[in-house]
């Protein structure tokens, strides 16, 4: 039983990663569009991108802080 939650596990973590990435990309797109005439929005809509693209790094991110936090 444990190993198929872990398997729906995964493939939930793999599905949130494409979302997120697919959603940066999206926001980056808009933001290059409204650069011209636009531009305060263009940079919430490019940091906002940002942090979406940040949040496809999470696992990774959350290791590395637990690593570190382990060694203090």
């Known amino acids: 039983m444990k190993k198929n939650q872990s398997n729906i596990k995964k493939l939930s973590d793999y599905i949130m990663n494409f979302a997120f990435l697919y959603s940066s990309f999206i926001c980056f797109t808009t933001a290059i569009e409204k650069w011209d005439n636009q531009k305060i929005m ?7 991108g940002s942090l979406s693209f940040t949040a496809v790094f999470r ?4 290791k590395l802080v637990n690593k570190i936090k382990s060694k203090r």
Do not use: Y
């Open 59 to 62: 696992n990774q991110i959350a």
């Open 42 to 48: 263009a940079i919430i809509i490019f940091i906002c």
